[in-house]
């Protein structure tokens, strides 16, 4: 496993990050596209559907790791900002996502149910780079298990299934 790709000093290129980031970006290419193509949305408003659904689901995802946790986090209240740390769960963020998008749909008056069929295929395609990040981090396994694909983590004693990979494969 690879947490970290390359790090320049202090700084360093997070796989998990660089995941999420090729999948967004794989994302608002193919979402621009597809809008040019059926001409709904807007070019434009492709931005920002990503946007608001990118930035709600961060939020949404460190709030509900931070509440998970929050003895840790009352002790240490500006570790809520280390997000470098870790500490993203994705049901936060999916949920604060969806809040995010009709909140923003609303404001911008798209019709719900045509918007959300856009934009699902590419919450999956972000999703499936981000469980691939996961692997690489080393976070997030399976169960422990002997079938010839199972995987070691330099932490477990044992094997697991790449319960990441199955997902981003799914």
């Given at each position: 496993?690879?947490?970290?790709?390359f790090s320049f000093g202090t700084i360093h290129l997070y796989s998990y990050?660089?995941?999420?980031?090729?999948?967004?970006?794989?994302s608002l290419v193919l979402m621009k596209q597809r809008a040019m193509k059926?001409?709904?949305?807007?070019?434009?408003?492709?931005?920002?559907?990503?946007?608001?659904?990118?930035?709600?689901?961060?939020?949404?995802?460190?709030?509900?790791?931070?509440?998970?946790?929050?003895?840790?986090?009352?002790?240490?209240?500006?570790?809520?900002?280390?997000?470098?740390?870790?500490?993203?769960?994705?049901?936060?963020?999916?949920?604060?996502?969806?809040?995010?998008?009709?909140?923003?749909?609303?404001?911008?008056?798209?019709?719900?149910?045509?918007?959300?069929?856009?934009?699902v295929p590419y919450g999956a395609l972000t999703h499936a780079f981000g469980?691939?990040?996961?692997?690489?981090?080393?976070?997030?396994?399976?169960?422990?298990?002997?079938?010839?694909?199972?995987?070691?983590?330099?932490?477990?004693?044992?094997?697991?299934?790449?319960?990441?990979?199955?997902?981003?494969?799914?």
């Amino acid at each position: 496993m690879k947490p970290i790709l390359f790090s320049f000093g202090t700084i360093h290129l997070y796989s998990y990050g660089l995941s999420i980031a090729l999948g967004v970006l794989l994302s608002l290419v193919l979402m621009k596209q597809r809008a040019m193509k059926e001409g709904f949305p807007g070019p434009d408003e492709v931005f920002d559907m990503a946007f608001a659904v990118l930035v709600w689901g961060f939020l949404g995802a460190r709030l509900f790791y931070v509440v998970q946790n929050f003895s840790y986090y009352a002790a240490e209240p500006l570790k809520v900002f280390a997000v470098w740390e870790g500490g993203l769960i994705f049901y936060g963020g999916t949920i604060a996502a969806c809040l995010g998008f009709w909140l923003t749909g609303r404001k911008k008056k798209w019709p719900f149910w045509k918007t959300l069929d856009f934009l699902v295929p590419y919450g999956a395609l972000t999703h499936a780079f981000g469980r691939v990040g996961c692997f690489l981090n080393g976070c997030c396994f399976g169960k422990a298990c002997d079938l010839p694909w199972a995987v070691r983590f330099p932490e477990l004693p044992h094997a697991v299934h790449p319960a990441q990979l199955y997902e981003a494969f799914y």
